[in-house]
């Protein structure tokens, strides 16, 4: 079984830009979350999508968003770039549907550079 | 916000010695997960402890839960170079709406 894909794996930006980063989720899986990693701030939640319903949004500005497809890929997108997005943006697929109450699986990232 | 605190930052132990990691939490949960994260790659889960659950096993991993303490503790046993990677613990609080909210992380080295 494919693990989740996400792609693309680094992606250089300039400021005032917008990028868009996709996630394949595992086969079968409905419920996809998207998670910012930065060495400030550590981990910290995006969005959580299942069934192309947004069920869940963590404390970010409008500038960042999501979506999810009827075949459970999801795509977010940030506009308007800032050099404090510079990060390793994870997401994550599982079965439940919701994705804290149960294990969940990653893809490698993709790493932002804002410049 | 963190939920969670990893307890201690950085740990460094010969192979085949057991590393001992400690996470603590402030507010009631639902679960705890640790994953473990190889050097700015994705995370991989480790194990899921649900709160009626004090103690679970899988492999050479040990988690126990301590709920009065607000606290959780990862013990790997018979530590391989392999075991190098950050560990991280993850709690999907009560009262929250479903998020997971992560610790800082461990960042564990295993010396040959």
């Not at chain 1, 977010?76 to 697929?93: K, Q």
Request: hydrophobic fraction near 30%; proline fraction near 4%; glycine fraction near 8%.
């Amino acid at each position: 079984k494919a693990g989740v894909t996400q792609t693309p794996r680094y992606l250089i930006k300039t400021r005032g830009q917008q990028v868009t980063l996709s996630c394949s989720p595992i086969s079968g899986h409905r419920s996809v979350s998207w998670y910012q990693q930065t060495p400030g701030q550590g981990l910290q939640f995006l969005f959580e999508y299942f069934s192309e319903t947004q069920r869940n949004k963590g404390n970010f500005p409008g500038r960042f968003s999501g979506r999810q497809f009827s075949n459970s890929r999801s795509e977010m997108n940030v506009s308007t770039l800032e050099l404090g997005d510079s990060a390793l943006y994870l997401c994550a697929s599982s079965l439940a549907p919701r994705g804290a109450d149960t294990e969940a699986f990653f893809g490698q990232g993709t790493r932002l550079t804002v410049v | 916000s963190q939920q969670g605190e990893e307890d201690p930052q950085a740990l460094s132990i010969q192979e085949g010695e057991n590393a001992t990691m400690n996470c603590s939490y402030k507010t009631s949960i639902n679960n705890l997960q640790w994953y473990r994260q190889n050097s700015g790659r994705g995370l991989v889960h480790l194990i899921l402890i649900r709160s009626n659950e004090r103690e679970k096993h899988s492999g050479r991993l040990r988690v126990t839960l301590d709920t009065s303490k607000k606290s959780s503790s990862l013990l790997i046993t018979a530590s391989r170079a392999a075991d190098t990677a950050s560990y991280f613990c993850a709690t999907r609080p009560r009262d929250s709406n479903y998020q997971l909210i992560w610790g800082a992380g461990t960042k564990l080295i295993i010396k040959p």
